[in-house]
């Protein structure tokens, strides 16, 4: 169980290096050619729908602390394990933008593509564009994951990829399009920016993430289970494998004895 735990934090870490790698190479201003916002938004999903695939099976893949509290408001996965996967998002996030930084020439990588407000976005109209292109990428993702689903969900990596990709094409006008409190937070970190917007996109993405969860796991489709079953899963009490992106069983058997 220790090591299984371990390697879902390995892969946790590996992932969002890989992610922000690849999504901020994507959005380099090079001489020759500039990147279309359509070339940056296929980069975010496609990567996400890569790692949701290669690593999902072992950590959930969330590469994102907004999704790890979605699903620990949405009572699904343990608090140590949601406090040590945001530690390591953004640790990833740090590395994968270090590493880009350091092998991308000067005169590209000046800006490390830093989520800022553009075009006269004001940090008010920000948030309401984070919190909505957020929510609709977690229902996504609950619904695409949900094992309680009778009929066919699709290709889970492949819907979340999509979603992805959806709210990039309008996002990026406004913010860059964050959805992702790491994503913001490695570049600014390693170019040692922090706009004064930089709040829009940790409260944006963490709300709508977190009303997702609620309106998803709650209100649309809640689970069946106690207040033992609901103490246990916070505690960690439940066996690893139900952990991740993964909706729990609804019964006792999920419970160590």
Excluded at 27 to 45: D, E, H, R, T
Aim: net charge positive; hydrophobic share 45%.
């Amino acid at each position: 169980m220790c090591a299984r735990f371990t390697q879902a934090l390995a892969c946790e870490f590996v992932a969002t290096v890989i992610f922000i790698f690849i999504v901020l190479g994507s959005a380099f201003k090079w001489p020759l050619q500039l990147p279309s916002v359509l070339q940056i938004s296929m980069a975010f999903g496609l990567t996400i729908g890569t790692l949701v695939q290669a690593f999902g099976h072992v950590s959930g893949t969330h590469v994102n602390p907004a999704v790890t509290i979605a699903y620990f408001v949405g009572n699904q996965i343990s608090i140590v394990r949601s406090v040590l996967y945001v530690v390591l998002q953004l640790l990833g996030a740090i590395t994968g933008a270090g590493i880009i930084y350091s092998v991308t020439p000067k005169d590209v990588r000046h800006t490390l593509a830093l989520n800022d407000l553009t075009y006269g976005t004001n940090p008010g109209e920000a948030l309401v564009v984070e919190i909505i292109l957020t929510f609709s990428v977690v229902m996504c993702i609950f619904s695409a994951t949900d094992k309680r689903r009778t009929e066919s969900r699709g290709n889970a990596a492949l819907s979340i990829g999509l979603a992805v990709t959806m709210a990039h094409l309008i996002g990026i006008y406004y913010t860059g399009c964050s959805l992702n409190p790491a994503r913001s937070f490695g570049p600014a970190v390693i170019m040692g920016k922090f706009s004064g917007a930089h709040w829009v996109f940790w409260l944006g993405p963490i709300f709508g993430a977190s009303v997702a969860s609620v309106v998803y796991n709650y209100l649309l489709y809640p689970q069946k289970l106690s207040i033992g079953e609901r103490l246990a899963i916070v505690q960690g009490f439940v066996l690893p494998e139900d952990e991740g992106r993964s909706t729990p069983r609804t019964n006792s058997e999920r419970l160590r004895t």
